[in-house]
């Protein structure tokens, strides 16, 4: 295991479900960072909100890393591609600008619950069709739109956390 959080320069995705025989693919952890987001947010949300479903999918990310979830399992890759498991991440998907200009301001920064350095399994879902127990991603619009920042929003979550850089 990995003593303290890195940043990755690379994120190996296989493209499926862990047990499907799809591919892996190297994507820069940034551009991972990006497409996820632009798959599972809608770049007309407040900023306040964007901010912080992505800092939930980057520790989602950084933890998948961290533990070594599925290299632990036997497989040579990070995470997948599929939601079911893991966050949405499209081939060849095309990103939003103001996602990618958010993206490049927090990709450092990530979510640990107090007294620990692994990035947090930031749970979310969109809160619409599908309800979790973690971040509703609906949710952080209105509290966005309601003048909270992205800390205060993720702190109405059901996760302990705070937000640290992982430079």
Known sequence: MIKSPVIPTYVIVHIGEATDKGKNIRVPFIEYIKNVASGELYPNWPEEAL???ILAIISFTLNR??????RSLGYNFDITSSSKYD????????FFEK???VVDELFNDY???DGQVQPLFAQYCDGRITKCSGLSQWGT?????SGLGPINILKKFPFDKKLIHGD
């Open 87 to 94: 966050q949405s991440f499209g081939v060849d998907r095309q």
């Open 141 to 145: 619009v209105s509290d966005a739109n």
């Open 51 to 53: 901010r912080a479903n």
């Open 111 to 113: 979510i640990v619950k």
């Open 99 to 101: 996602i990618s200009m």
């Open 65 to 70: 890393i961290y533990n070594e979830w599925y």
